[in-house]
């Protein structure tokens, strides 16, 4: 008995270190392919360059020559923040003061919010603006609804590049370059982020039906800032927004992990996600069958997690955009965008929490695994510095828990009985979902 659990337990271990070994390879090795051939970067932008020099700016620029020493035009690559991390541009400026092209190089985007922009457009719509006028003030120049952060990052790259040339090497005089970006909605966010903390603190049940509500206009309707896996796959990449461009990301993204990391409870799940508040909702209003799934059906989907996390971590590193990895129906629910597969998990989630309180928190989402894993080890570590870890409250189901309380947990275990029909019909839609996160992926990488 010993010895086949021990085998169980290595035989685990051997599979974790061979996928983080994975991981860490397939970082290793996009970052050394990424070093592309600088002359034929900049030839993206000018065929006809041959020769190029490097010139002063704060930005990479260089002027561009062809084969007989003709100077062509100045090209800066530049970047600013989109959506999902730093969008870098090629920007072609030629002698006279206009845009000649522009080129997008790289960007951390979710496939479908890029594929607006370009369909709207971009960046083609730059072209032959002069340098010393702000791209916005362009009436065939228009933000896509739906798509802005995308469509602003783009345009603010140009602008860092177009400004730069008119300034240093034109001598034309350009309008002040805006980079600091905080609105009174980032305020509102920030406000949320303290009252949730404060009130998890305290327990304050009483605010937090309130707090969820909030999240649900603010978080999620207005500003579209729930946490997705996408985002701190762009830590994990190197590709970060600038922090004056999205200050907003650094706190929700780095502050919402910090926070769960020094305080070992996974406080944003519970108290403040925008999506877990809308299934619970749903379950709260709907719900009229005392259904309890099988624990076993729970435990095999909330330990799937884990695989379609490497999966996603492993294809955002392989192509170099964590906004692959974002295959959450947060921006489907919230936004109305998102590919079919999305579609078709929200409908399934929103179906299933009827019946089943929080079932994608419970059962898939990546970032509740992601926050418990950081709470956790918090917790171990505690432990192992003599330390009084957090212990579970009480044995009752805490409100709105996902699944994790010791309420539950109790409540998991005494049911031994084998499946029944609603858990046949549970196990099917586990399988399903599990189908449709990897075509979710699929679409992210545009294989069909």
């Known amino acids: ?268 799940c519970s108290w403040l996600c925008p999506f877990g508040a809308v299934q619970e909702g749903i379950y709260r209003a709907l719900n009229l069958a005392n259904y309890h799934p099988h624990p076993r059906l729970v435990t095999i989907a909330r330990k799937s997690r884990w695989f379609f996390l490497w999966l996603a971590a492993l294809l955002a590193l392989l192509l170099n955009n964590p906004g692959i990895a974002s295959y959450e129906p947060f921006s489907v629910f919230f936004d109305a965008d998102g590919n079919t597969s999305q579609w078709i998990i929200m409908g399934i989630i929103l179906l299933f929490s009827i019946f089943i309180l929080r079932f994608w928190c419970r059962c898939f989402c990546p970032v509740g695994a992601f926050l418990d894993f950081t709470a956790l080890c918090k917790r171990k570590a505690s432990a192992i510095l003599g330390r009084k870890s957090i212990p579970p409250k009480s044995d009752k189901r805490e409100e709105g828990c996902p699944g994790q309380c010791a309420g539950c947990l109790k409540e998991e275990a005494q049911q031994t009985s084998l499946l029944i029909s609603s858990d046949k019909i549970l196990a099917a839609g586990i399988g399903v979902l599990w189908i449709l996160i990897i075509g979710a992926l699929l679409q992210n990488i545009g294989l069909f």
Request: one cysteine or more; a neutral charge.
């Open 1 to 268: 008995m010993f010895n086949t659990q021990f085998n169980k337990a290595k035989g685990k271990t051997g599979v974790i270190v061979f996928a983080c070994l994975l991981l860490l390879m397939t970082f290793i090795y996009q970052q050394s392919t990424n070093k592309q051939d600088l002359l034929g970067l900049l030839q993206q932008g000018e065929p006809s360059a041959s020769q190029f020099k490097e010139v002063e700016g704060a930005y990479k620029s260089y002027a561009l020559y062809n084969q007989e020493g003709t100077f062509l035009s100045y090209g800066v690559i530049s970047s600013a923040s989109g959506y999902g991390g730093p969008i870098t541009m090629l920007t072609i400026v030629s002698e006279e003061g206009k845009i000649a092209n522009a080129v997008l190089l790289d960007d951390s985007e979710t496939p479908l919010y890029l594929k607006k922009v370009l369909v709207a457009g971009y960046p083609e719509n730059f072209l032959g603006k002069t340098v010393s006028e702000p791209l916005e003030a362009h009436e065939d120049i228009d933000i896509v609804s739906g798509a802005t952060r995308t469509a602003k990052g783009m345009m603010l790259a140009v602008e860092k590049g177009m400004y730069q040339v008119g300034e240093n090497h034109l001598g034309l005089k350009v309008p002040p370059l805006k980079t600091f970006h905080f609105q009174w909605q980032d305020g509102l966010v920030v406000l949320m982020l303290a009252l949730a903390i404060l009130a998890s603190s305290r327990n304050m049940k009483k605010l937090r039906l309130w707090i969820l509500v909030a999240a649900v206009f603010v978080l999620g309707f207005m500003e579209n800032v729930s946490l997705t896996i996408g985002n701190y796959m762009s830590i994990i990449a190197l590709k970060m927004p600038t922090f004056s461009e999205r200050p907003i990301w650094y706190v929700m993204v780095i502050g919402v992990f910090l926070i769960t990391l020094f305080w070992g409870r996974n406080f944003y």
